[in-house]
């Protein structure tokens, strides 16, 4: 849940970029750390495998800047995609004020996607979150790979994006797609946390 | 200079105080989610987050594996290192769940900062105050031409 503090008039909310494995959440806020400026980010903290594999989260803390006059700062986490990490990935679900879903565009990986997003709603829902009410957007990551291996993100939306969430498609090693995701999700995030203060 | 920074006020004092005692290098008060309330020590803003982060997953794992042993909330974890100490406490204030992540060094002891960590939530609970309600409104309506020039020179490009 977003911390709002009057006084010092400062904001932070709590991002977290969910998906399969391997479908390129790390990767994400790789790029973002490389592209954001030193004074602007904190240490990218990754708690990995050997091998590299996320075990429990990555983590990533930006400042925004002032957005109607409060100080703005994000703190972006990935979750560990491979299955049986669930009670981790849960854990990392709590407090998100946004969620950055992430396919694998592969069409080998369809199931993979449509059990992670199954996921996702079943976590959430143990946390009670209401996921309807949930900014959520969808990243089709891995679109730079050859045509005849991957679904077009309009297929995607046919089988993953049935709340007809905002949807992008991205090659994150590159950064396609990454900061239009970002931003999308970051809008949807402070909009709620303005409706849900003023209502 | 080390610094003492609250973004809940009332949670300043009792946390200066127990630095003064306990002889604690670093102390960090969070939500159970990471957000941080209070913070001592640490030099930049962005830094102390990941140490929250870090801190709010060894709570929620900790707590997770207690509750499937069905025990108790856990208080408190320690790790005695070479040079320093580190001290994870959870404990309840009358504006909710908070952690408390104390790193101290030879200056003080576990014991010393166990003892004036229960001084700290006696204050915090006595220094609580009631809900105030917040102004209606947090963010301007057009805040999205904030958001888009803050992201803007953020990644250094047009969005």
Known sequence: MS??????REI????????????????NLQYIYQRVPEDRRGRMVSLATQTDRTLFFDFLPIELGAISGFKTRFQ??????????????????????GVVFVA?????QLDENIESMQNLHANLLEHG?????????LQYNKQDLPADLVLTPVELDEAINFRTWPSFAADALKGKGVFETLRALSERVLRRLSEAESA | MTTTRAVEPWTLEPLRRFVAEAGARLALLTTPAGQVIAQHG????????????????????????????????????THQGVRHGIFLANFETPRGSMLALVVYGAGSSIGLVQLFMEDLVRELAAAAPVREAQPRTVLAADFERDLNQSLASLFGREI
């Open chain 1, 129 to 137: 979150i209401d996921v309807r009410t949930l900014p959520v957007v």
């Open chain 1, 76 to 97: 972006l986490y990935t979750v560990p995609g491979q299955v049986y990490y669930n009670a981790t990935r849960k854990l990392v679900l709590q407090g998100a004020d």
């Open chain 2, 42 to 77: 640490f030099t930049r803003a962005v830094d102390v987050m990941a140490a929250a982060a870090l801190g709010a997953a060894i709570a929620a794992s900790t707590a997770e594996i207690n509750r499937m042993l069905d025990e108790p909330k856990f208080r408190a974890l």
């Open chain 1, 104 to 108: 694998d565009s592969q069409a080998r």
């Open chain 1, 3 to 8: 911390l709002v503090n009057f006084t010092t």
């Open chain 1, 12 to 27: 932070t909310c709590k991002l977290v970029y969910y998906g399969p494995g391997r479908s390129g959440k790390t990767t």
